[in-house]
């Protein structure tokens, strides 16, 4: 073979790897931006389940803390906003301030004896304590996704694929203050 043979093979094999690497970014981002919005629906069904808590613990709360009801309000608003936002920027803010919300009712409800004893009481937080470490859970999980997504949308030849098919860098899904009050230990006191 000549030398315009072998420049002809090594020429192909270059485009086919080149066109290798093409095909496999974009399987590569395809999978991830599929497990992006599978862990983000994870998170959005397990936030229904604890909107559906919410109406539930606010009625055990109404009997014992009727004289803070601003507090609740707050609460139900939050619960409203969060359903009923238009996109997912403003659901994952709408989120963040229920779980403010809530964190806030729960730090009230701990100042009242007969409420914390309530099996009621106890039902609601234990039921939204679980919830919520689920929420954690799917919250890590899609930001590893997302960070994972994001890496391969910002390298060669990730990023040449990603603006040929529509893919763009995804936000982190931050709660921003930690949920501090749901996640302390019960006290015990004799």
Do not use: W
Not at 70 to 98: M, P, R, T, Y
Not at 163 to 178: D, M, N, P, Q
């Amino acid at each position: 073979m000549d030398y315009v043979g072998y420049g002809i093979l090594g020429l192909l094999g270059i485009v086919g790897f080149v066109l290798y690497r093409l095909y496999s970014s974009h399987n590569i981002l395809m999978a991830l931006d599929e497990r992006c919005k599978t862990a983000f629906s994870d998170i959005d069904s397990l936030l229904k389940h604890r909107h559906s808590l919410i109406p539930g613990l606010l009625e055990t709360l109404k009997g014992y803390v009727g004289h803070e009801m601003g507090v609740l309000d707050k609460v139900s608003q939050a619960q409203s906003d969060a359903l009923n936002a238009a996109n997912k920027e403003e659901k994952i803010h709408a989120e963040v301030l229920l779980s403010q919300s809530l964190n806030s009712v729960l730090s009230i409800a701990e100042n009242y004896d007969q409420l914390k004893a309530s099996s009621h009481f106890q039902h609601f937080r234990t039921d939204l304590l679980e919830v919520e470490n689920r929420i954690t859970a799917s919250r890590r999980f899609y930001n590893l996704t997302v960070a994972e997504l994001n890496s391969n949308i910002r390298q060669f030849p990730g990023s040449m694929v990603a603006s040929k098919s529509g893919l763009e860098i995804r936000k982190a899904y931050e709660l921003g203050a930690e949920r501090m009050i749901m996640d302390e230990p019960v006290s015990i006191k004799f």
